[in-house]
């Protein structure tokens, strides 16, 4: 073979994957495709995926997925019904569905966001003004379990609305606008909702004031209790020390009509048990009303006397 028909023959193999390369595209399954010749579509969108095939050089595949995509704003500051400045952050989830009239319309995701920018912060903020802080952070009338006396709970104002309703009139407002922008919007939320730094400053100076208050009524109702506690304490230690001592004074009692009644028998007994009797209780009282400094004077008839002139005669 010549020089001149490999030579040939290699422009022609070239020519041929270059086209059959230009002409041939893979649908994948999280894309659909739009032909355009010309700059204008032709055919329907492509949706299924697979090999498919176009014009060489003429036609062009333009790519646009199927999944869901993301949408996330910016946050914004807003005024509710009641004039009250907040910040709401949103986000929302939308995808393409009708290819054809989105490549008219926006042709790429960039422009889309673009246009979702516009159309969600604008019905949020409408929605926003139109309604009061409680039904937007709010979803339901349950009421909260607030952690203080019984008499401290607070009653909160019920809701007709509620933050789930407004997001969905959000996404019923705007779905005619994304609609014809061939995007289907599919859910929006509300990502954080807070308020402005100066009014926020001032509700946590309020809630602060609000739980040192409800502080320091525990400290003072739990000193109450302290000191009934010790009341309580005192009175039944009193009453325990007055029982014992009235039992004591019993059993004392007892005692002593006991070694009474000893004593009585044992006297009665002979005339040297009385006699003993008589001189042990003498001995005792003497014992008791005497010291070692004392003086002591009797008569010649007195019972010391004659108990002291025995020992003494003895």
């Known amino acids: 073979m010549s020089e001149v028909k490999k030579t040939v023959l290699t422009f022609v193999s070239a020519f041929v994957l ?41 036609q062009e595949a333009h790519y646009f997925d199927k999944r869901f995509l993301e949408w996330d704003g910016d946050p914004n500051e807003m005024t509710t019904k009641e004039k009250r400045y907040i910040w709401v952050d949103t986000y929302a989830r939308w995808r393409i569905s009708d290819p054809l009239l989105y490549f008219q319309r926006l042709q790429d995701e960039r422009r889309a966001q673009s246009r979702l920018d516009g159309i969600l912060d604008g019905e949020t903020r409408k929605a926003i003004a139109n309604h009061s802080l409680v039904e937007i952070v709010r979803s339901t009338n349950r009421q909260p379990v607030v952690m203080g006396p019984a008499d401290e709970q607070t009653t909160f104002l ?46 946590y100076e309020r809630m602060i004031t609000e739980r040192k208050r409800i502080a320091d ?8 209790e302290a000191l009934k506690i010790l009341g309580d304490k005192d009175r039944d230690l009193k009453k325990i020390q007055s029982e014992a001592y009235r039992t004591a004074q019993e059993i004392i009692g007892k005692a002593d009509a006991e070694a009474t009644a000893i004593y009585a028998s044992a006297y009665n007994q002979s005339q040297a048990a009385r006699d003993f009797y008589s001189f042990l209780k003498t001995m005792e009282t003497l014992e008791s009303t005497l010291s070692e400094k004392d003086m002591l004077i009797l008569s010649t008839s007195n019972d010391f006397y004659k108990y002291l002139q025995k020992a003494g005669g003895r």
Do not use: H
Request: aromatic share 8%.
């Open 158 to 203: 019920e809701i007709a609305i509620g933050r789930e309703k407004i997001t969905r009139d959000i996404i019923e407002a705007a779905r005619p606008r994304t609609v014809e922008l061939g995007i289907e919007l599919l859910d929006l939320r509300f990502k954080r909702i807070n308020y402005r730094e100066d009014v926020e400053r001032s509700i």
């Open 217 to 224: 009524r525990f400290r003072s109702e739990g000193q109450g």
């Open 18 to 58: 270059l086209l059959a390369w230009s002409s041939a595209y893979i649908v994948d399954e999280t894309q659909q495709v739009i032909i355009t010749q010309f700059g204008k579509p032709v055919g329907d969108p492509i949706v299924t995926p697979g090999l498919r095939f176009k014009l060489p050089f003429i």
